[in-house]
């Protein structure tokens, strides 16, 4: 099983970018895959999530609105678009996957990296002017 994380790079404050998670060994649409991120000197946080059925997403608070997940079952890879970035953005992001599934009212505040058993590399975003 493999997870390839790519997009990241350098954009300014209000940048946008997108995040690719490729997959290979399993089928995204069998999985729950998410994104975590991780800046320095902190723990690995949850970023989003999108179910392998029903077709739930989850974002944290302080992404919502601003960036969106998405899956491509013909290219079996997920999407993270990444919209109004911050400078708070900025961190390492890694996708990762699982057979667990959430039901629609889950909160995400509850979705935690020990839940992930597949991760790919990660990749780093760097949002500054």
């Known amino acids: 099983v493999q997870l390839q994380a790519s997009g990241g790079g350098l954009v300014q404050p209000g940048g946008s970018l997108r995040l690719s998670c490729a997959a290979s060994?399993?089928?995204?649409?069998?999985?729950?895959v998410g994104w975590f991120r991780q800046a320095p000197g902190k723990e690995r946080e949850f970023v989003s999530a999108?179910?392998?059925?029903?077709?739930?997403?989850y974002y944290a608070d302080s992404v919502k609105g601003r960036f969106t997940i998405s899956r491509d079952n013909a290219k079996n890879t997920v999407y993270l678009q990444m919209n109004g970035l911050k400078p708070e953005d900025t961190a390492v992001y890694y996708c990762?996957?699982?057979?667990?599934?959430?039901?629609?009212?889950?909160?995400?505040?509850?979705?935690?990296?020990?839940?992930?058993?597949?991760w790919g590399q990660g990749t780093l975003v760097t949002v500054s002017s």
């Open positions: 990762a996957a699982t057979p667990t599934i959430y039901i629609r009212s889950y909160p995400p505040s509850r979705i935690t990296p020990d839940e992930y058993d597949s």
């Open positions: 060994g399993l089928t995204v649409r069998g999985y729950t």
């Open positions: 999108i179910n392998r059925t029903p077709f739930n997403t």
